[in-house]
């Protein structure tokens, strides 16, 4: 049987409400048996989509894709399998809210969510908006061993998957190269040499950093790679996630993901 008060002690950078219910990071972690954890992020869109009080012109598809890329993104690197998506739109069901959850559909069926049993939610059909809101939550299940928030060791590299890139500064599309893809971030979760992996979000790339560290209890240190990149810009929608790695082989990494990486530091000892 699972060590949860150890687990509990791991995770240094964690909130601990009671027995069974964590907050780390931007994850709600609650106990469901001796050896499983349910894994819970939401994130929010507002004002972003093609309604015309938007400030952000965006297609309902496109909006509904990032929307539905943050949390799944979270739960995902967590090391949590997704299981549920709960999508509540601030806007009509028919035409413009089919169109958000078709962006999302699409976006879900790449990790395997294909059925509509992993869907529920709610639309605004009492009113008439001028404005797109958009609120996601995913649920997803892991065991207590493949959980991987607080994972990193000392002497472990930090690398960065992907650039930092957010609305309205950036032109941000579904197919940008640039951008970290679901499956790449499939495939860095289950390399055995990456331990504990980060979406960045609108704090950009050094915030991150340091929640990655802050959660094993260590420190971040960047080093020249960083300057490459633009570490305090929103990664908005998850365009881009930062990872503590155990490998020396970069080839061994850009086998499986062919968004840029960029080594921009180590771990160490408090």
Same mark, same amino acid.
């Given at each position: 049987?699972?060590?949860?008060?150890? *687990?509990?002690?791991?995770?240094?950078?964690?909130?601990?409400?009671? $027995?069974? !219910? #964590?907050? %780390? @990071?931007?994850?709600? %972690?609650?106990?469901?048996?001796?050896?499983?954890?349910?894994?819970?992020?939401?994130?929010?869109v507002g004002g972003i989509g093609s309604k015309?009080?938007?400030?952000?012109?965006?297609?309902?598809?496109?909006?509904?894709?990032?929307?539905? @890329?943050?949390?799944?993104?979270?739960?995902?690197?967590?090391?949590?399998? &997704? *299981?549920? +998506?709960?999508?509540?739109?601030?806007?009509? =069901?028919?035409?413009?809210?089919?169109?958000?959850? =078709?962006?999302?559909?699409?976006? =879900?069926?790449?990790?395997?969510?294909?059925?509509?049993?992993? *869907?529920?939610? $709610?639309?605004?059909?009492?009113?008439?908006?001028?404005?797109?809101?958009?609120?996601?939550?995913?649920?997803?299940?892991?065991?207590?061993?493949?959980?991987?928030?607080?994972?990193?060791? &000392?002497?472990?590299?930090?690398?960065?998957?992907?650039?930092?890139?957010?609305?309205?500064?950036?032109?941000? #599309?579904?197919?940008? &190269?640039?951008?970290?893809?679901?499956?790449?971030?499939?495939?860095?979760? /289950?390399? $055995?040499?990456?331990?504990? +992996?980060?979406?960045?979000?609108?704090?950009?790339?050094?915030?991150?950093?340091?929640?990655?560290?802050?959660?094993?209890? !260590?420190?971040? /240190?960047?080093?020249?790679? =960083?300057?490459? !990149?633009?570490?305090?810009?929103?990664?908005?929608?998850?365009? %881009?996630?930062?990872?503590?790695?155990?490998?020396?082989?970069?080839?061994?990494? #850009?086998?499986?993901?062919?968004?840029?990486? #960029?080594?921009?530091?180590?771990?160490? $000892?408090?």
């Open positions: 049987m699972p060590d949860w008060n150890e *687990f509990y002690r791991r995770l240094k950078g964690g909130q601990r409400v009671n $027995s069974y !219910l #964590t907050r %780390c @990071r931007d994850l709600t %972690c609650l106990r469901a048996d001796d050896a499983h954890m349910l894994v819970i992020a939401a994130d929010s015309p009080l938007d400030a952000v012109q965006a297609p309902p598809e496109v909006v509904g894709h990032f929307a539905l @890329r943050v949390p799944l993104m979270e739960v995902m690197a967590a090391g949590a399998t &997704p *299981f549920l +998506i709960v999508d509540n739109l601030s806007v009509e =069901a028919g035409g413009y809210g089919e169109a958000i959850l =078709a962006g999302m559909k699409r976006l =879900a069926e790449t990790v395997g969510l294909e059925d509509s049993i992993h *869907f529920n939610g $709610s639309t605004e059909d009492n009113v008439m908006t001028l404005q797109t809101g958009v609120g996601v939550t995913v649920v997803g299940l892991v065991s207590h061993a493949d959980f991987r928030v607080g994972s990193s060791k &000392p002497g472990d590299r930090l690398m960065a998957a992907g650039y930092p890139k957010s609305a309205p500064q950036h032109r941000v #599309t579904v197919d940008d &190269p640039d951008i970290l893809e679901l499956r790449q971030l499939l495939a860095l979760r /289950r390399h $055995s040499q990456v331990a504990d +992996i980060v979406p960045v979000g609108s704090r950009g790339i050094r915030y991150e950093t340091a929640q990655l560290a802050n959660a094993a209890g !260590l420190l971040p /240190r960047l080093d020249g790679g =960083a300057l490459d !990149l633009a570490l305090d810009v929103s990664g908005g929608p998850g365009t %881009c996630v930062v990872f503590s790695w155990r490998g020396s082989d970069l080839a061994q990494l #850009t086998e499986y993901v062919t968004a840029p990486l #960029t080594p921009i530091g180590w771990l160490e $000892s408090e």
